[in-house]
């Protein structure tokens, strides 16, 4: 059982260049989240998934992207990298429905410096 | 607005000594509320939740948290520090509701001297 898994763990780009990160869990959560963590901020929201094939936008969703075509992956794009969206992504996923506490489980980040 | 407050933006302790660290919020309806601890270069991990039920709620490595209605506060406690507990900790808040409304505070680095 590894949890989340996230790749790749380390990404240097340029202005401008492409790149997608991806998420695995093997949990068969339902839920699933991708977050920015940037130093005094906390965690901020960027997208999230309730399901197989629906995304929802979080609170910092402008420059990115998402797909979750399968249930346990979920991808984070970013179409044209720029130096604001350096940082560490973390992805999460949690259990949904009734009785569920909803508490969630992280991989172990994703360092991306933007040049 | 919602949010979540961690008012110290680090706690130093002598190991051996208990220790607190603070967290309030302001969400409507009952929160899930929740505490996790990141170690260096590593993400997020789940030590606790108060969801309802009894007020002082324990968990992984011996932390415990006492939630405060009245106070709107969920401050994460433990009777006696270990310099292992050096980790950055964070509280969160969850909207029962909603998937997405999972607001988290700003963290609070805690360091434990020998």
């Known amino acids: 059982n590894a949890g989340v898994t996230q790749t790749p763990k380390f990404r240097v780009l340029k202005t401008g260049q492409s790149m997608t990160l991806l998420c695995a869990q093997d949990m068969n959560h339902e839920y699933m989240y991708w977050y920015r963590q940037d130093p005094g901020m906390g965690l901020r929201l960027i997208h999230y998934s309730v399901g197989e094939g629906t995304t929802a936008k979080g609170e910092v969703p402008d420059g990115y992207n998402v797909s979750r075509l399968k249930k346990q992956n979920f991808l984070l794009g970013l179409e044209s990298a720029a130096p604001s969206q350096t940082s560490v992504y973390f992805c999460?996923?949690?259990?949904?429905?009734?009785?569920?506490?909803?508490?969630?489980?992280f991989g172990p980040g994703t360092r991306l410096t933007v040049t | 607005a919602q949010s979540v407050a961690q008012p110290e933006d680090q706690v130093n302790v002598a190991e051996g000594n208990p220790l607190t660290v603070k967290c309030t919020y302001s969400v409507s309806g009952n929160p899930y509320l929740f505490w996790y601890v990141q170690y260096p270069n590593r993400g997020l991990q789940f030590l606790l939740k108060y969801i309802t039920g009894d007020n002082l709620v324990k968990g992984s490595y011996g932390f415990e948290a006492e939630f405060n209605k009245s106070q709107t506060s969920f401050h994460l406690k433990k009777p006696s520090a270990l310099v292992s507990d050096s980790a950055l900790y964070f509280c969160a808040v969850r909207v029962p509701s909603s998937a997405s409304k999972i607001i988290f505070g700003s963290g609070t680095r805690l360091s434990i001297r020998p």
């Open positions: 999460a996923s949690s259990y949904s429905g009734t009785g569920r506490s909803y508490e969630q489980y």
